[in-house]
């Protein structure tokens, strides 16, 4: 070994040849609140709860979501809808209780693909970041798409831009 390769000249240049290389690339940061990146059409975020086009819940209680599950995320309890709450459920059952549990969801998407009603599928949006456990439990109030009447703005935005298959069931491949 000379003296040239024992001082590791070689490598210290050739490592600052790559950094000097990398200066003058486009950077890829983005600044998150002003600007988003864009999702990937296969992208699995936060369950949401869906709504007919007349603000009705879609769920009926059947409880395959929380079958499928493999994480056991999803607790549910089912409820008879009462005379003159047609307006608010779909069905005779409803979703009297849902929740998810965050931590323990692994975003695999079987409770979408399960739901035979399209009323739970996987948005285009984080879970966003808590200090609690408790925090990271989701109610049905939290997990409810906003009514379509009564905000269509909130609505469209919680839609997102998915596509759904000829049937009417979860998200194209």
Same mark, same amino acid.
């Given at each position: 070994? +000379?003296?040239?390769?024992?001082?590791?000249?070689?490598?210290?240049?050739?490592?600052?040849?790559?950094?000097?290389? /990398?200066?003058?690339?486009?950077?890829?940061?983005?600044?998150?609140?002003?600007?988003?990146?864009?999702?990937?059409?296969?992208? &699995?975020?936060? #369950?949401?709860?869906?709504?007919?086009?007349? !603000?009705?819940?879609?769920?009926?209680?059947?409880?395959?979501?929380?079958?499928?599950?493999?994480?056991?995320?999803?607790?549910?309890?089912?409820?008879?809808? #009462?005379? !003159?709450?047609? /307006?608010?459920?779909?069905? %005779?059952?409803?979703?009297?209780?849902?929740?998810?549990?965050?931590? &323990?969801?692994?975003?695999?998407?079987?409770?979408?693909?399960?739901?035979?009603?399209?009323?739970?599928?996987?948005?285009?949006?984080?879970?966003?970041? +808590?200090? #609690?456990? =408790?925090?990271?439990?989701?109610?049905? =109030?939290?997990?409810?798409?906003?009514?379509?009447?009564?905000?269509? %703005?909130?609505?469209?935005?919680?839609?997102?831009? &998915?596509?759904?298959?000829?049937? !009417? /069931?979860?998200?194209?491949?």
């Amino acid at each position: 070994m +000379n003296l040239w390769e024992s001082m590791y000249l070689p490598e210290i240049l050739r490592g600052m040849f790559i950094t000097f290389k /990398h200066i003058f690339r486009k950077k890829v940061t983005i600044n998150y609140p002003e600007q988003t990146r864009p999702f990937s059409p296969v992208f &699995r975020g936060l #369950q949401i709860l869906n709504r007919d086009e007349e !603000g009705r819940e879609n769920c009926t209680a059947c409880g395959l979501c929380a079958v499928a599950c493999p994480a056991e995320a999803i607790t549910m309890e089912a409820a008879e809808r #009462q005379p !003159g709450e047609e /307006h608010l459920y779909r069905e %005779e059952k409803y979703a009297a209780k849902y929740e998810i549990n965050m931590l &323990r969801c692994i975003f695999c998407g079987l409770c979408e693909e399960a739901c035979p009603k399209d009323a739970v599928y996987l948005s285009e949006t984080f879970a966003p970041a +808590n200090y #609690q456990r =408790k925090g990271f439990i989701y109610g049905k =109030k939290d997990l409810l798409i906003p009514h379509p009447k009564e905000d269509p %703005e909130a609505y469209a935005k919680a839609k997102g831009s &998915r596509k759904l298959h000829p049937e !009417g /069931h979860g998200n194209e491949k």
